[in-house]
């Protein structure tokens, strides 16, 4: 069974701050995304990756910035934390087909 | 790009009743169409997928059928349960990304009252 695991459940930080948040996954998986998940908004893409140290942006990357050193790991940044990025925050993967994501993290900057 | 677009954004229906949820899209070359369910404080999590060469698809008390010409694809869940109460979206790609990147419907949140 595919396991994406996100390394926070809950988080809170300080606004200004630069935040990490890290997934990784088990499956030898080449994509790997990043979403933001508000109320009434859906999941909207942050970030994927498709290899590698290659990247992405996708509909929402202002703020953030990500990281993809090896194949299993794939990190999303927020370079100075600010009130508005408070949210959930999940990680996917897939090969080819069905997104396999993680249990997300609930971020709240105060 | 890609856009999604699903309604009703809530529903609520009595056990044992059916449920349909409908979903738009603009991109006419997309080819793969997966619906998620999303329990309060899990995962979103795949409950069932249709390509664009099928028209229907089945998997015990959930279907998914699509209509390529209408660009529209409906979730149908017959018998429905209290367990059924999620939130449930909706997906599709775009044709320059294949399979890899999804635009998401904004969910429904669909309750089954006993």
């Known amino acids: 069974d595919v396991k994406v695991t996100q390394s926070s459940r809950y988080l809170v930080k300080r606004t200004g701050e630069k935040v990490f948040l890290e997934c990784v996954q088990d499956m030898d998986h080449e994509n790997m995304f990043w979403y933001r998940q508000d109320p009434g908004l859906g999941l909207r893409l942050i970030y994927f990756?498709?290899?590698?140290?290659?990247?992405e942006k996708g509909d929402i990357p202002e703020g953030y910035s990500v990281s993809r050193e090896k194949k299993e790991r794939f990190s999303l940044i927020l370079e100075s934390a600010s009130t508005n990025q408070t949210s959930m925050y999940l990680c996917a993967s897939t090969s080819f087909g069905p997104q396999h994501f993680g249990d997300g993290t609930r971020l709240s900057i105060l | 790009g890609e856009n999604v677009e699903q309604h009703p954004s809530t529903l609520s229906v009595q056990e044992g009743d059916s449920a349909v949820i409908k979903c738009t899209y603009s991109?006419?070359?997309?080819?793969?169409f997966p619906w998620y369910k999303q329990e309060l404080g899990k995962r979103p999590q795949l409950i069932i997928d249709i390509r664009s060469n099928v028209g229907e698809k089945k998997d015990q008390r959930i279907a998914v059928t699509l209509n390529k010409t209408a660009k529209h694809f409906s979730l149908h869940i017959t018998e429905t349960q209290p367990e059924d109460s999620a939130v449930y979206f909706c997906?599709?790609?775009?044709?320059?990304?294949?399979?890899?990147?999804?635009?998401f419907g904004t969910g429904t949140r669909l309750l089954v009252s006993p």
């Open positions: 997906a599709a790609p775009g044709a320059d990304t294949g399979f890899q990147k999804l635009v």
């Open positions: 990756s498709y290899d590698v140290k290659m990247k």
């Open positions: 991109d006419s070359a997309s080819n793969y």
